[in-house]
Each structure stands twice: as structure tokens, then as C-alpha cells.
């Protein structure tokens, strides 16, 4: 048999492999495709059925929200009305103190004109001082406690 015979034989016979290899990808690739499609339209089946589910969860998520935003509110509501009260409270402290600065100067006041007055002058307690002729008395000190106080006789 010639040689070129023989190469031609071999050439075929590889036209013929390769062909053969291919058809079976391109056979493979369709049905690989085939295979593709059909899970893509089962997804897509079982992502429209849970569609109705997926909504319920989506607003049942948006109630939530709307929930936390009124408690949101309401606490913020709250947090103002609390400094508001403190605010109105360290007001009224401050006035208190005021009014108790103004009241023991009236009493500094009183004890530096008339020093021997007895302790309780229509019920008011003094600041301090001693008695003109009682031996104990009681006196109110300025952080409103008080105490008892004996006066040594001749004094």
C-alpha cells in the first residue's frame, strides 16, 4: 500500500475521532442545557408558590418596624417629659434653697440686733446663741437638724 494511501486512511480515521468527539460534547452541552432549563423552571415553580409566603413575612416585617417607631416615640415622649420634671424639680430646689438663704439671714439678722431673744419667738427656732434664762434649749441648726444645749449656770 502506498504511504499516501496509508496518510490518507490515518487522516480520516482522525477527521472521523475528532468528529465523533465533537458530537458527543455538543450532544453533552444540549443535554446539559436541557438539564438547565428544566431545574431553572422548577426553581421558578417553587419561587412562585412561596411568593404568597414570602409577602406575609415582608409584612409582617413592616408591622414590626411600625411598632418599634411607636415605641421609638413614646420613648422619646417620655425622655422629655422626664427632663422636663427634673428641670422643674432642680427649680424648685434652687428656690428653696433661696427662700432658706433669705430665712437664716433673718435670723442672723435678729441675733445680731436682739442676741439674748429667747430661742423660740412665735414659734420660730433660732440659729444659734444662748439662752437669757432657761439652762437647755433646743437649737435648730441650719441644715435643719437639731440639738440640745445645756448652759453652764453663771455663764
Excluded: F
Aim: charged residues 35%; glycine residues 4%; without cysteine.
Amino acid at each position: 500500500m502506498p504511504t499516501w494511501l496509508m496518510w490518507l486512511i490515518i487522516a480520516i480515521v482522525v477527521i472521523a475521532v475528532v468528529a465523533a468527539v465533537v458530537a458527543a460534547v455538543a450532544a453533552q452541552r444540549r443535554k446539559q442545557g436541557e438539564r438547565d432549563r428544566a431545574r431553572a423552571a422548577e426553581l421558578r415553580e417553587q419561587a412562585a408558590a412561596r411568593e404568597p409566603e414570602v409577602r406575609e413575612h415582608e409584612a409582617h416585617a413592616r408591622e414590626r418596624e411600625a411598632e418599634a417607631a411607636l415605641a421609638r416615640a413614646e420613648a422619646e415622649r417620655k425622655q422629655a417629659e422626664a427632663e422636663r420634671l427634673a428641670m422643674e424639680a432642680r427649680e424648685r430646689q434652687e428656690d428653696a434653697a433661696r427662700h432658706r438663704r433669705e430665712h437664716e439671714e433673718r435670723l442672723r439678722e435678729a441675733e445680731s440686733l436682739d442676741p439674748q431673744q429667747q430661742a423660740t419667738d412665735a414659734g420660730t427656732p433660732r440659729t444659734g446663741g444662748a439662752p437669757a434664762t432657761d439652762a437647755e434649749t433646743t437649737i435648730t441648726n441650719p441644715d435643719g437638724t437639731t440639738d440640745e444645749v445645756r448652759r453652764e449656770p453663771g455663764a
